[in-house]
């Protein structure tokens, strides 16, 4: 297979498709689509684990029950479509240090890993206060 | 039951074509942010102008008074 990487699809052509898309979800389903809710919901699974009391006592978690539901699934889905789309078409790349990173801060990966958890805090957070 | 595997499989197309859109690349997130990249901005716009424009395109000759 060529190797297609730096090329992929024209993003006004994929952004079309994936307009199609939400349209025909909201259709058959009636779901517009999310993602941070899923998030929230599983660290309520995990947290249910550790100290179940805990969770059932919280607002929050009594409102927003954890569970496997429409998004979770539509997220999961997300890992594993982007997942066969890089694999089929050969842009499949673990990178570790980016170079856009590298040439700014560096080749640490300990470094690039603790700012890339914080971002991950930050836009989550951020997400949440926004409501999703 | 039904909702949830329509929620994956809307999920498998999304991630799909997010993944062929360059979307999901560090680079392309970073850049947009940067305003060095619009790709992301491309998609965005696109995915959301589209079905704009086939929706309206459709029924806007319908509308009563339309010349």
């Known amino acids: ?132 | 039951m039904n909702i949830l595997i329509y929620g994956f499989i809307a999920g498998i197309l999304f991630g799909f074509l997010l993944q062929r859109g360059q979307v999901l690349r560090y680079e392309k997130q970073l850049g947009a942010l940067r305003l060095l990249d619009m790709t992301i901005v491309k998609f965005m716009l696109s995915s959301i102008l589209w079905p704009w424009w086939v929706s309206t395109s459709s029924t806007i000759w319908a509308w009563p008074g339309f010349p």
């Not at chain 1, 607002?59 to 089929?88: H, M, T």
């Open chain 1, 1 to 132: 297979m060529v190797n297609t990487f730096e090329k992929g699809w024209n993003p006004y052509l994929a952004g079309a498709l994936t307009g199609l898309l939400m349209v025909g979800s909201v259709w058959l389903s009636g779901k517009f689509f999310g993602a941070s809710t899923s998030f929230v919901r599983t660290a309520n699974m995990v947290e249910s684990l550790v100290d179940p009391e805990r969770v059932a006592s919280m607002a929050y978690f009594v409102r927003n029950v954890p569970k496997i539901d429409w998004q979770w699934l539509f997220v999961l889905g997300i890992l594993v479509g982007a997942f066969v789309s890089a694999k089929l078409f050969a842009d499949f790349r673990p990178e570790a240090v980016p170079p856009m990173w590298e040439a700014r801060f560096g080749p640490d990966r300990v470094k690039r890993n603790a700012v890339a958890f914080a971002g991950g805090v930050v836009a989550m957070f951020g997400a949440r206060l926004a409501g999703g």
